[in-house]
């Protein structure tokens, strides 16, 4: 089995898409919003930790090997570090927001 590497782009699928070019496009007439980019990572993070209990299971079944059980925990892990890495910049961030003078 090859290994790939595990990055945030393969994680959220975050560099998918490409940078916007002009200032016109700026404006938010197009892309994804910020609650369906939330969804997809809390569902990316459910997704890698209903695997990891797939692999488990075909673990002690029989059906598979313990490296491979080993290697979708730790991606399940890596995932959910990711996740709330991401959710403690996004706190710092509200509570900078909240800090300002208006």
């Known amino acids: ?3 790939d590497a595990i ?3 393969v994680i959220t699928g975050v560099g998918t898409t490409t ?3 002009t200032s016109s496009s ?3 007439d197009g892309g994804e919003s910020f609650g369906a980019s939330l ?3 809390v569902g ?4 890698s930790h209903n695997s990891a209990n797939t692999a488990v299971t075909g673990m002690l ?3 598979l090997d313990v490296h491979d059980a ?3 925990l730790q991606r399940a892990d890596l995932t959910l570090q990711f996740g709330v890495q991401v959710r403690n910049k996004l706190m710092n961030a509200y509570q900078e927001i909240m800090r300002m003078p208006v």
Do not use: F, H, Y
Request: proline share 4%.
């Open 7 to 9: 990055s945030a782009k």
């Open 61 to 63: 079944n029989g059906q």
């Open 39 to 41: 969804s997809r990572l």
């Open 44 to 47: 990316t993070v459910e997704e």
């Open 70 to 72: 080993m290697i979708a």
């Open 1 to 3: 089995m090859a290994l």
């Open 19 to 21: 940078l916007p070019t």
């Open 26 to 28: 700026l404006e938010g």
